[in-house]
């Protein structure tokens, strides 16, 4: 008949003979004394004394408005503290929900010069953080140890901004442009230092194998009671293509007597070359020079062949390449001008 007794009726019956049953009596008794055991246990060592390191917070306060910060306070301390393990354990409740945070007042330490770079020594630290925690918890360290910040009263520059860094393209492409966003920024420091600034320099970089527009974020290279707004620029590089072009250029002859004349065969060559994209359409067959003199050919008359060079080439201009590099030539003789 048990096939008759629906499925979830012989899920309960199955557990309650599991809870009540004879068997079941022995394992809870165990359970039972097992949870008072534990407590006791942790009774005992809640009540003794450890060390214990946590994390507290750091904020400067009350900084005046004229006041800019160069270096500021760690944002944490680690402090190594004693005490009964409850003490410890209520401190580390508290902080789930909200962390310890030890306030720094800045007119405490206010110079009252323009700049200046302040020290917070060990007996000022232990001060502050011991209001954070029970007059029973003792203080064994703290790192670091001595805290520093800097401030100016607002002593400032616009300065220009140099790079230090290394941009390449690809073998296929060519730097076209290299500019900074921005290209100057606003520096605070003593006014000693200020006086002999003329530009603020990157931290150094490299931009290699470019074949695209890129950007890249930079940090300013820093120095000891100094800061920038902002502190940092943006590289940005515009990167164009070479493509390949050819032009005919004629060959000339230069210092020829009136009666004479060179006769090259062709007349005219293949000049091909690789040009930056940007200079593709202003380059032309008139910006190559293809040049013999006439003492040149009178030095060397037995070679028959003219080799060919280029006396100049124009700016933007790669891997020239001449078709044919020979020509052959005869210096004709022509009728002289009355």
Same mark, same amino acid.
């Given at each position: 008949?048990?096939?008759?007794?629906?499925?979830? =009726?012989?899920?309960?019956?199955?557990?309650?003979?599991?809870?009540?049953?004879? =068997?079941?009596?022995?394992?809870?008794?165990?359970?039972?004394?097992?949870?008072?055991?534990?407590?006791?246990?942790?009774?005992?060592?809640?009540?003794?004394?450890?060390?214990?390191?946590?994390?507290?917070?750091?904020?400067?306060?009350?900084?005046?408005?004229?006041?800019?910060?160069?270096?500021?306070?760690?944002?944490?301390?680690?402090?190594?503290?004693?005490?009964?393990?409850?003490?410890?354990?209520?401190?580390?409740?508290?902080?789930?929900?909200?962390?310890?945070?030890?306030?720094?007042?800045?007119? =405490?330490?206010?110079?009252?010069?323009?700049?200046?770079?302040?020290?917070?020594?060990?007996? #000022?630290?232990?001060?502050?953080?011991? =209001?954070?925690?029970?007059?029973?918890?003792?203080?064994?360290?703290?790192?670091?140890?001595?805290?520093?910040?800097?401030?100016?009263?607002?002593?400032?520059?616009?300065?220009?901004?140099?790079?230090?860094?290394?941009?390449?393209?690809?073998?296929?492409?060519?730097?076209?442009?290299?500019?900074?966003?921005?290209?100057?920024?606003?520096?605070?420091?003593?006014?000693?230092?200020?006086?002999?600034?003329?530009?603020?320099?990157?931290?150094?970089?490299?931009?290699?194998?470019?074949?695209?527009?890129?950007?890249?974020?930079?940090?300013?290279?820093?120095?000891?009671?100094?800061?920038?707004?902002?502190?940092?620029? #943006?590289?940005?590089?515009?990167?164009?293509?070479?493509?390949?072009?050819?032009?005919?250029?004629?060959?000339?002859?230069?210092?020829?007597?009136?009666?004479?004349?060179?006769?090259?065969?062709?007349?005219?060559?293949?000049?091909?070359?690789?040009?930056?994209?940007?200079?593709?359409?202003?380059?032309?067959?008139?910006?190559?020079?293809?040049?013999?003199?006439?003492?040149?050919?009178?030095?060397?008359?037995?070679?028959?062949?003219?080799?060919?060079?280029?006396?100049?080439?124009?700016?933007?201009?790669?891997?020239?390449?001449?078709?044919?590099?020979?020509?052959?030539?005869?210096?004709?003789?022509?009728?002289?001008?009355?």
């Amino acid at each position: 008949m048990q096939h008759l007794i629906p499925k979830g =009726k012989r899920v309960l019956r199955q557990g309650k003979d599991l809870l009540f049953g004879d =068997k079941s009596h022995e394992l809870l008794v165990f359970l039972f004394f097992l949870a008072v055991s534990f407590g006791f246990w942790m009774l005992q060592a809640l009540n003794e004394t450890f060390e214990h390191e946590v994390q507290v917070g750091l904020q400067l306060t009350d900084i005046p408005s004229d006041v800019v910060l160069i270096d500021s306070l760690p944002t944490t301390v680690s402090v190594t503290v004693r005490d009964r393990g409850l003490t410890l354990a209520r401190h580390d409740i508290s902080n789930i929900f909200r962390q310890s945070c030890a306030d720094v007042s800045f007119q =405490k330490f206010d110079t009252g010069g323009d700049d200046a770079e302040i020290a917070i020594f060990p007996y #000022d630290m232990q001060r502050f953080l011991s =209001k954070l925690f029970a007059p029973s918890t003792h203080i064994q360290s703290f790192r670091p140890d001595t805290l520093h910040f800097t401030y100016n009263r607002g002593r400032s520059r616009m300065l220009p901004v140099r790079t230090t860094g290394t941009v390449q393209a690809s073998q296929q492409n060519y730097v076209q442009s290299i500019g900074l966003e921005p290209d100057s920024v606003r520096v605070f420091a003593p006014a000693s230092v200020l006086d002999t600034m003329h530009a603020v320099y990157t931290e150094p970089f490299s931009m290699s194998e470019l074949s695209a527009a890129t950007r890249q974020h930079v940090r300013l290279r820093r120095q000891r009671l100094m800061k920038y707004d902002p502190d940092g620029v #943006d590289v940005v590089v515009g990167i164009g293509y070479y493509t390949e072009k050819t032009v005919h250029v004629p060959v000339i002859g230069l210092n020829f007597p009136a009666e004479k004349r060179l006769r090259a065969f062709p007349a005219q060559v293949s000049v091909t070359f690789r040009v930056e994209s940007g200079r593709y359409r202003q380059t032309t067959a008139e910006d190559f020079v293809l040049v013999t003199t006439y003492e040149d050919l009178i030095q060397n008359p037995e070679n028959s062949k003219l080799p060919l060079s280029l006396k100049s080439i124009p700016e933007g201009v790669y891997d020239v390449r001449i078709s044919p590099a020979e020509v052959d030539y005869l210096i004709e003789q022509v009728d002289a001008p009355y």
